[in-house]
């Protein structure tokens, strides 16, 4: 079973921009469909945006159309999610998740994913 390791988190201030990564180790990517996720204090799990196996579509939650980006490179086993304009609003603890599915469809129930990573703290200061 793939384990995942998200870095890239920290401290920005509104407006600025941060690229996380999400690193996979046991098991190649490529049969793997990828997520991120974000869970904000005393909040759900929000999807954020997700990505079919060969990156042939990606997906977008609402609230961050526009200004986030997921892509992946499966030659290195890793995973990224741009964040530009970021608002004080996309603090949260961001995580990488993953399910073994060629599915080309939207998945963005926490329920769909059966791996998931620790997560990585992300801080837009006003």
């Known amino acids: 079973q793939v384990q995942l390791a998200e870095s890239g988190g920290g401290l920005v201030q509104a407006g600025g921009s941060l690229r996380l990564s999400c690193a996979a180790s046991?098991?190649?990517?490529?049969?793997?469909?990828m997520g991120w996720f974000r869970q904000a204090p005393g909040q759900v799990r929000e999807f954020v945006a997700s990505?079919?196996?060969?990156?042939?579509?990606?997906y977008d939650g609402d609230s961050v159309k526009g200004r986030f980006t997921i892509s992946r490179d499966n030659s290195k086993n890793m995973v990224y999610l741009q964040m530009n304009s970021l608002k004080p609003e996309d603090t949260a603890v961001y995580f990488c998740?993953?399910?073994?599915?060629?599915?080309?469809?939207?998945?963005?129930?926490?329920?769909?994913?059966?791996?998931w990573g620790q997560g990585t703290q992300v801080t837009v200061s006003p």
């Open positions: 998740a993953a399910v073994r599915s060629w599915t080309s469809s939207r998945l963005v129930r926490v329920e769909k994913y059966k791996v």
């Open positions: 046991r098991s190649s990517l490529d049969i793997y469909y």
């Open positions: 990505i079919t196996w060969n990156s042939g579509r990606t």
